[in-house]
């Protein structure tokens, strides 16, 4: 593998028209403190970070602030809804967000009630409308739903997001299937989001055929973050390397690598 950590060479991916390299977009809450916050992004390669508009001191200059340690000018910051439950919730933070940073790119999730915290599909839907009239450039968390993932896109989403599992679980992919056919459907790019706990997990959304993989408290719950973060930086690599090699066929018999036929006696 180059050096570069590519496998094969350039294999960059694009989202709204932005060309990254990194396969894996990290979060940036749920970290003891904003040190460890940094060193572990720094691990993951990661070149898209999300940030909880609602959730993450980005203005408060008398306290510690996100940019300090995470700077916006060498990472691609990615605001999301988390914590909206409603529609409403949702366009009403992003468009507080694009007046106070300029950003458009975001990431857009409604969720539903606990104990699941799973997507409202309908207020997604209603969401989505109204943000992509606005002008933004969404990147939606949804079902694994080939029917609604396909609706989002085709009202000008420009990626989407099935979960794997619910919200902070560590379950990983629950319906690799479903995951799958959304993948074959999509014309924009399908990112897994949610539920990934470990480096396996995050392989396997890559040798589905996703484009990346976000997580977040995978890294940051684990009992050494920084380790965790340069694992799934790794594992993402190597999913996306065996999906572009293609696997070998499964069987139900088995198949020697070593002929049995012209043995020497």
Not at 6 to 19: E, F, H, I, M, Q
Not at 80 to 91: E, F, I, L, R, S
Not at 185 to 214: N, R, Y
Not at 222 to 233: E, I, Y
Request: proline letters at 7%; hydrophobic letters at 45%.
């Amino acid at each position: 593998m180059p050096d570069d950590g590519l496998p094969l060479g350039d294999d960059s991916w694009t989202v709204a028209g932005r060309r990254f390299r990194s396969r894996l977009i990290v979060g940036t809450g749920r970290y003891r403190d904003l040190e460890e916050t940094a060193r572990a992004i720094e691990a993951s390669g990661a070149e898209i970070v999300t940030v909880a508009v609602r959730r993450v001191n980005l203005s408060d200059a008398s306290a510690p602030m996100l940019q300090d340690f995470v700077p916006p000018d060498r990472y691609t910051y990615l605001p999301n809804t988390a914590g909206c439950h409603t529609a409403q919730d949702a366009v009403r933070t992003l468009r507080l967000a694009r007046e106070a940073g300029g950003w458009n790119l975001v990431k857009l999730e409604v969720l539903g009630p606990p104990p699941f915290l799973y997507p409202d599909m309908k207020a997604t839907l209603e969401a989505a409308e109204a943000l992509v009239k606005d002008g933004f450039e969404v990147m939606v968390y949804c079902a694994d739903d080939p029917v609604a993932a396909k609706r989002l896109e085709e009202m000008g989403c420009v990626a989407i997001m099935p979960l794997g599992s619910p919200i902070g679980s560590g379950l990983g992919i629950s319906n690799p299937f479903m995951i799958q056919s959304i993948v074959q459907q999509s014309e924009v790019p399908v990112l897994v989001d949610a539920g990934i706990g470990t480096a396996s997990e995050a392989a396997q959304a890559m040798e589905l055929g996703c484009e990346a993989v976000l997580l977040n408290s995978a890294i940051a719950h684990a009992r050494d973050p920084v380790r965790m973060a340069v694992a799934m930086k790794h594992a993402v690599i190597a999913g996306r390397a065996a999906y572009l090699a293609g696997r070998m066929p499964r069987s139900g018999a088995a198949d020697p690598s070593s002929p049995l036929s012209g043995l020497i006696r």
